[in-house]
């Protein structure tokens, strides 16, 4: 065990290229559909083993267990018939059909997920430690358009500086002048045309 004080550092996984993603989403998938869903566990493994999630791990463990059902069903059809009976092709291509389906949709959906820009580990800033304290650095937005007005400046962030014992309370400064003048005269256009509208109906 490591005691008390920081946690080891974990080495950050390295993430495959997204054309090598893509290949591999693309093979899994093709080996799913191409073998009827017989080989739809391959697929799951991958998946439960790039995630390590328990739930991959069950559903991996499901698939598996539906591809024996589905030979055992099959199996257990009469040899001596020589075509097999509507409801027997339907429980078998139903069966197949939800296997694949449900397969290849959720392959794809967990793998793009882990992989996307909400599911791994992000780049940034290390965890803080267990019970230790540190000054948060917030980085300034980027601004937003203000749909048809001029871009309103942005000062440059000021240097980090030691925390003061008790910050003075800010106040907030009014607006300009200009701008209320112009927000005035929008409110008063608007409301003149609302009343053309709702005088000529």
């Known amino acids: 065990m490591h005691g008390y004080g920081y946690p ?4 950050p996984r390295r993430r495959p290229s997204p054309a090598t993603l893509i290949t591999l989403r693309v093979l899994f998938v093709a080996l799913t559909m191409l073998s009827c869903g017989f080989l739809a566990w391959a697929a799951m493994l991958r998946l439960a083993i790039v995630t390590r999630r328990k739930r991959d791990w069950y559903l991996l463990a499901l698939v598996f267990a539906l591809n024996v059902g589905l030979v055992v069903f099959f199996g257990t059809l009469p040899e001596d018939a020589e075509e097999m009976t ?10 197949l059909f939800v296997v694949v389906a449900g397969t290849v949709t959720y392959y794809l959906y967990a ?3 882990h992989f996307g820009p909400y599911g791994g580990p ?6 803080l430690p267990y019970g230790g304290y540190a000054q948060q650095q917030t980085v300034p937005a980027a ?3 203000t749909y048809g007005y001029p871009p309103v400046p942005t000062p440059p962030p000021a ?3 030691p925390p003061a014992a008790t910050p003075p309370p800010a106040v907030p400064s009014p607006a300009s002048p200009q701008r209320l003048d112009q ?3 929008e409110l008063d256009e608007l409301s003149d045309y609302l009343r053309k ?4 109906q």
Do not use: T
């Open 8 to 11: 080891p550092e974990q080495q």
């Open 86 to 95: 509507d409801a027997e092709a339907l429980i078998g291509i139903g069966w």
């Open 111 to 113: 793998e793009i997920r």
């Open 122 to 127: 992000q780049p940034g800033p290390p965890p």
């Open 143 to 145: 601004p937003r358009p």
């Open 159 to 161: 240097p980090a500086q």
């Open 183 to 185: 927000v005035r005269a």
């Open 197 to 200: 509208e709702g005088g000529s």
